[in-house]
């Protein structure tokens, strides 16, 4: 990008030639550089940053661009049939799954929501997720745009062109989330499909359409399909509304991983090199750009990603296993949707595009068929109760190391079985010639006969043998 930021010349660089008025660089006067930004203003009235939320994305507009694509490729209504059945299967899956754990159902309110109806009642929590990377993208886009390189007796008069680049950032952001999640509602088959609770508390819900569309060409039954994908909603709001640490620790490292987030805005900032300022939709064209998202290899970077991954892959582990136990011997296709699930979920598709655009992080358990291991092993070494006993709190949660050893983790690895091989009594022991615990000086010097701290009853090591 050129040094010279909008036209202006710095101090020293040819200030003979300098214009007495700065914005003749710009190819106009100051009259019409007020013009300028009043119509600019005009122009995104309306569309600025943060939209209701007050954030640094426009929620607003994402919502409504969103909400435009789906409708645009059709997203019907959801009728009371519908509604009806989806109840009834969120009713009847909670009632298989109480038999297969411990957690208590977590649906208060089953709903059936169109497309629709997904992107209103989920924004808040992608809010939550993305204003991060947002509040990174608007902040560079004033730098990229010059706002930290003008000279400071031009500041004041740069200052209402630099803060409408960042309401425009802003908006540009917005519209890219807005076509991310508009693609997103027209797979998602639940609240919870992308692994993150993202329905209000006590809600569950299916999506028909979606229902209907991931069964097309499984020649299974919809109401065989609809159970499975209910029984997979239960699991999930039971691990969301009653492992209390859980909701807050998938978010926090979805933020704390958004944190570590570049962006480069190389191509925008090539865009913009000669542009003529004087006109508000050659400005609106060139930060149309697709923003490009690169990860930081840093260590804290990639501990964020780590937790998040080994998270992810917990949770749909744990759901997998209670949900094919639960529909096994009743629902006769559960093998195979149990598969279709997994090969979705491991091909990537909406939800994976949807982080990468947003936050620059592909959603996806990588560890899905590890962690399913890990639960089934628990399952039949500790049961159903020493299995979800694992949720209590998150130390006892499996790492990403327990998931290439599961039974290690099941059943306790030598290093730490041999913890249990020590006899603490010994160490406080009464001795013979002194008071419990507190042996002579000598023999705290030299290993005595009456057995000192390093010393057996033998006079030698722990084990009787010959001190060296």
């Known amino acids: 990008m050129s040094d010279t930021p909008f036209g202006f010349n710095r101090p020293g660089d040819g200030d003979d030639d300098r214009?007495?008025?700065?914005?003749?660089g710009m190819g106009g006067d100051m009259a019409q550089f007020a013009d300028m930004l009043h119509r600019f203003a005009d122009m995104i009235g309306g569309q600025g940053a943060g939209g209701a939320g007050g954030g640094p994305l426009n929620w607003d507009l994402a919502k409504n661009i969103a909400r435009h694509q789906v409708v645009e490729q059709g997203d019907p209504s959801v009728v009371d049939t519908e509604r009806r059945q989806v109840e009834e299967a969120l009713r009847l899956a909670d009632l298989w799954l109480d038999e297969k754990t411990t957690l208590p159902a977590g649906i208060r309110t089953p709903q059936a929501w169109s497309r629709s109806e997904w992107i209103e009642q989920t924004l808040p929590v992608w809010a939550k997720v993305c204003d991060p990377i947002a509040t990174r993208m608007v902040d560079s886009m004033g730098g990229a745009l010059g706002g930290g390189e003008i000279?400071?007796?031009?500041?004041?008069m740069a200052g209402p062109l630099i803060g409408m680049v960042k309401q425009?950032?802003?908006?540009?952001?917005?519209?890219?989330?807005?076509?991310?999640?508009?693609?997103?509602?027209?797979?998602?088959?639940?609240?919870?499909?992308?692994?993150?609770?993202?329905?209000?508390?006590?809600?569950?819900?299916?999506?028909?359409?979606?229902?209907?569309?991931?069964?097309?060409?499984?020649?299974?039954?919809?109401?065989?399909?609809?159970?499975?994908?209910?029984?997979?909603?239960?699991?999930?709001?039971?691990?969301?509304?009653?492992?209390?640490?859980?909701?807050?620790?998938?978010?926090?490292?979805?933020?704390?991983?958004a944190r570590g987030i570049t962006v480069d805005l190389s191509g925008i900032e090539q865009a913009v090199q000669g542009l003529d300022l004087s006109n508000p939709e050659a400005i609106q064209e060139a930060l149309g750009g697709e923003i490009q998202l690169q990860p930081e290899e840093s260590p804290r970077q990639k501990a964020a990603l780590a937790r998040l991954e080994t998270t992810l892959a917990l949770v749909e582990g744990?759901?997998?296993?209670?949900?094919?136990?639960?529909?096994?011997?009743?629902?006769?296709?559960?093998?195979?949707?149990?598969e279709a699930v997994r090969r979705r979920r491991a091909t990537g598709g909406p939800a994976e595009r949807t982080f990468a655009t947003l936050v620059g992080l592909e959603l996806r358990p990588r560890r899905l068929r590890e962690a399913a291991t890990l639960w089934r092993t628990l399952t039949d070494v500790r049961g159903v109760q020493g299995r979800d006993e694992v949720w209590d709190h998150p130390d006892l949660l499996?790492?990403?190391?327990?998931?290439?050893?599961?039974?290690?983790?099941?059943?306790?690895?030598?290093?730490?079985?041999g913890l249990s091989d020590l006899d603490l009594s010994e160490l406080t022991k009464p001795q013979e010639d002194g008071e419990p615990g507190e042996p002579d000086e000598k023999d705290d010097k030299d290993g005595g006969p009456d057995g000192g701290p390093d010393g057996g009853p033998d006079g030698g090591p722990g084990d009787g043998g010959p001190r060296t």
């Open 318 to 338: 744990w759901v997998d296993t209670v949900v094919n136990e639960a529909a096994d011997g009743r629902l006769p296709g559960s093998v195979k949707l149990a």
């Open 151 to 156: 000279p400071a007796d031009m500041q004041a």
């Open 168 to 257: 425009m950032a802003g908006a540009m952001v917005g519209g890219q989330a807005g076509q991310a999640l508009g693609a997103l509602a027209r797979e998602v088959t639940c609240s919870a499909d992308v692994g993150l609770p993202l329905a209000p508390d006590g809600v569950g819900a299916l999506l028909p359409a979606g229902v209907e569309a991931f069964g097309s060409g499984l020649e299974i039954s919809g109401e065989e399909i609809r159970l499975y994908l209910a029984l997979r909603e239960a699991a999930h709001q039971r691990l969301f509304a009653h492992v209390p640490w859980l909701r807050s620790h998938l978010l926090g490292a979805v933020e704390e991983y």
């Open 398 to 417: 499996p790492t990403s190391d327990d998931l290439d050893d599961p039974d290690g983790f099941v059943h306790g690895r030598e290093e730490i079985e």
């Open 19 to 24: 214009p007495q008025d700065p914005f003749k």
